[in-house]
């Protein structure tokens, strides 16, 4: 059997530019990772599941209505076969 699990967050403070124009953005996201494998038999082949969680949230200070293709929130969610 074989496991492979994290968990993190971070804070992050900094400044994008947009056409020369300076943007400042905060970053704040966690994540979860889970990977879960069993042996099949007594072979070299393995099988299993995985689950990965990643929740960011973008802030900015600026006025950004003119970019719309920036999401302030994204969540990504990812439940699978892991072989």
Do not use: C
């Amino acid at each position: 059997m074989r496991y492979t699990g994290a968990i993190g967050y971070a804070h992050i403070v900094s400044t994008f530019y947009f056409n020369d124009e300076p943007a400042d953005f905060k970053l704040d996201t966690g994540l979860l990772l889970q990977n879960l494998k069993f042996r099949i038999k007594k072979s070299d082949f393995w099988v299993g599941g995985k689950f990965v969680y990643l929740s960011p949230e973008l802030l900015f200070d600026e006025d950004l209505s003119d970019y719309p293709e920036l999401s302030d929130r994204l969540k990504l969610k990812d439940v699978g076969l892991a072989a």
